[in-house]
């Protein structure tokens, strides 16, 4: 016999679990299906781990902040595989304290790689289970390009397993995962080229926060191609190279020898095991098709978070999770504002942001923004020969100030 639930959610990642927990803890019976750890993008191979690499790369620094200060140390070394080890234990830490989380709230957690067997019925392995409502909740995994060589590069998810610390980095991408990682490697002491594809990191952020990025990318050492592209890459004996098109007139190639690779170039989500279209589930430019009730085209299946959402953020996939649930299960929904999630690049100094940029808030309101801008040096660093400048930039409606 089919075991029978009011929900079932495939992926136990950020949307997914808070979306299981909240709606067992409304009195659903909920399961939750997951093929790899439970935690998901963040918790594994994203936020959590990304965050306390950044936490790592920011030691290098004492010594010479100390110094004005009074202090002497030694030359620091950085143990890669011991770092990689202790985050590997914290990373693993949190994924059973996700399983206690669930187990706490009701939840059944079922480990496997889930298919639809018909509009109701998800089949596990050799299980099958049906649900009233079928949540679709199994985020994106970064994407390598169809270029001769790319099974030589890695995206974030090999580098957080990589075991030894690259000594030349090649990054391919200037959105914010690609920065992170050329800022953070560059301060835990490898070599770091980082390849885009326009002049600036950070398409769609405010110009002030491109340039004050790129240019501290630039002051700590990290080599930027900018207006290029990777053509193809090849191995040479221990290293690889990566062979780079630059589009200026007439457009350049150039060579770059590493040992390590990273894609940052999109991510996307992995439908092929789901059999969406057998369900008649629409998806559109690579993510699930929803409503403003996270409904797909078949009214009880419902899809959140990366794999259907364009801000690929945590906080959004949860909140997404946990509206869903009391939409069908309670009472509390909340109105996401798409247009007002706060946003932070771990990029070294790190940047933040709420709001619309600059160039956006004029397009929206012409003739009606002022901006007021500031540039001064942080009192940490008085003590210090560190020249390194803060930024702040306030975008101000005019007529309603
Ligand atoms: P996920 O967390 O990806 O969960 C989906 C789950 O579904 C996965 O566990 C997957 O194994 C599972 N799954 C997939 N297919 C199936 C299947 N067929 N059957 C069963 N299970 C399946 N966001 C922030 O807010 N702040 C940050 O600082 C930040 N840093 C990041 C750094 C990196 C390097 C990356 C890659 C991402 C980062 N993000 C950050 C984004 C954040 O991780 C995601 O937005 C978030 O995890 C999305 O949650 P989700 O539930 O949609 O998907």
Same mark, same amino acid.
């Given at each position: 016999m089919t075991e029978s639930y009011d929900m079932i959610v495939i992926g136990a990642g950020s949307g997914g679990v808070s979306c299981a927990r909240r709606a067992a803890l409304l009195g659903a019976k909920t399961a939750i299906i997951e093929s790899?750890?439970? =935690? =998901?993008t963040c918790v594994i191979r994203g936020c959590v781990p990304k965050k306390l690499t950044w936490y790592a790369s920011q030691f290098s620094k004492i010594p010479e902040l100390a110094k004005g200060y009074g202090w002497s140390f030694s030359k620091p070394i950085f143990d890669w595989p011991k770092f990689v080890e202790s985050r590997h234990h914290e990373v693993s830490r949190l994924s059973q304290i996700y399983i206690g989380m669930l187990k706490k709230a009701g939840v059944t957690l079922i480990k496997g790689r889930a298919s639809f067997k018909s509009a109701h019925q998800i089949s596990v392995g050799n299980k099958i289970i049906s649900g009233k409502h079928i949540v679709i909740a199994i985020g994106n995994e970064g994407i390598l390009p169809?270029? #001769? =060589?790319?099974?030589h590069a890695m995206t974030s998810r090999q580098l957080f397993e990589c075991e030894t610390q690259p000594k030349h980095i090649v990054i391919i991408g200037g959105g914010y995962i690609g920065v992170e990682f050329a800022a953070i490697l560059k301060e835990l002491g490898s070599n770091v080229t980082l390849v885009i594809r326009?002049? %600036? !990191? %950070?398409? =769609?952020?405010d110009e002030m926060i491109r340039e004050a990025v790129q240019s501290n990318l630039q002051e700590s050492g990290v080599q930027i191609c900018i207006n290029s592209e990777v053509s193809r890459i090849s191995k040479s004996k221990k290293d690889y190279d990566i062979h780079l098109q630059t589009n200026c007139n007439p457009i350049k190639t150039s060579q770059i020898t590493a040992d390590a690779i990273l894609f940052a170039i999109g991510r996307k989500p992995d439908f092929g095991p789901l059999g969406l279209d057998d369900m008649g589930v629409k998806t559109a430019h690579g993510l699930v098709s929803i409503d403003k009730n996270y409904?797909? #085209? !078949?009214?009880?299946i419902y899809a959140l978070g990366d794999c259907a959402n364009h801000k690929n953020l945590t906080p959004v996939a949860i909140a997404e999770g946990r509206d869903l649930s009391e939409k069908l299960f309670g009472k509390k929904r909340r109105i996401i504002d798409y247009d007002t999630i706060p946003t932070a690049i771990f990029s070294v100094p790190e940047a933040g942001t709420v709001g619309l940029s600059e160039d956006v808030a004029l397009e929206a309101y012409p003739n009606d923004i002022i901006c007021y801008q500031s540039q001064f040096k942080p009192l940490k660093y008085t003590l210090t020969d560190i020249n390194k400048k803060s930024v702040v930039k306030l975008v101000v409606q005019k007529s309603t100030n």
């Open positions: 790899n750890e439970v =935690g =998901g169809d270029i #001769s =060589g790319a099974n326009r002049d %600036l !990191v %950070l398409r =769609g952020f409904a797909t #085209s !078949v009214p009880h």
